[in-house]
T-cell receptor, first 117, second 112 residues
């Protein structure tokens, strides 16, 4: 399958600081990437759709000023959690959409564990 | 929008038994249904998918069935093994925009 790489895999930061998570497509160009948040033992909650060269589309209830998304190239999208607080601690996963000829398929990055202390 | 319901939330089976996970969706326009397996702390991995032009797809020990009329699809795992233990997510999506809606997940436990 397609390779989507996410970095860092885990990060600990102090409350009030900002953290950037990168999502890269390694062997294909991704015009669209998705950012999810996952709490323990829960499903994947879509936060936003990241579109290359344009503004991200945020899901209802997700603060766009807090979760900044930048998709500056066809292989890189970044999620910046600004002024992080302990309640932002979670598993963040990105994914990219790939067209395999028979239709679109989603591949996920490794995920990033964020702990805010 | 699309709503995907997944059952059961937890499934415990003995090694060698079969496991079935069921999902229903609400939007009749949905036409793509992937299944993902997620081990603890790891990324979801696509294990099988089905598009609305077929009713069944099989890949070794796993199979997926789709009933468009009833708007439900199921994952079947035969001859389960301990390494099949994980959380399984179904999803449904439609059209070229392809933003999948995920079910809540099923925690499968295979006892040796």
């Amino acid at each position: 399958g397609a390779v989507v790489s996410q970095h860092p895999s885990w990060v600990i930061c102090k409350s009030g600081t900002s953290v950037k998570i990168e999502c890269r497509s390694l062997d294909f160009q991704a015009t669209t990437m998705f950012w999810y948040r996952q709490f323990p033992k829960q499903s994947l909650m879509l936060m936003a759709t990241s579109n290359e060269g344009s503004k991200a589309t945020y899901e209802q209830g997700v603060e766009k000023d807090k979760f900044l998304i930048n998709h500056a190239s066809l292989t890189l999208s970044t999620l910046t959690v600004t002024s992080a607080h302990p309640e932002d601690s979670s598993f963040y996963i990105c994914s990219a959409r790939v067209n395999r000829g028979t239709g679109n398929t989603i591949y996920f990055g490794e995920g990033s564990w964020l702990t805010v202390v | 929008g699309e709503n995907v319901e997944q059952h059961p939330s937890t499934l415990s089976v003995q090694e060698g038994d079969s496991a079935v996970i069921k999902c229903t969706y609400s939007d009749s326009a949905s036409n793509y249904f992937p299944w993902y397996k997620q081990e603890l702390g790891k990324r979801p991995q696509l294990i099988i998918d089905i598009r609305s032009n077929v009713g069944e797809k099989k890949d070794q020990r796993i199979a997926v069935t789709l009933n468009k009329t009833a708007k439900h699809f199921s994952l079947h795992i035969t001859e389960t093994q301990p390494e099949d233990s994980a959380v399984y997510f179904c999803a449904a999506s439609k059209g070229g925009s392809y933003i999948p809606t995920f079910g809540r997940g099923t925690s499968l436990i295979v006892h040796p």
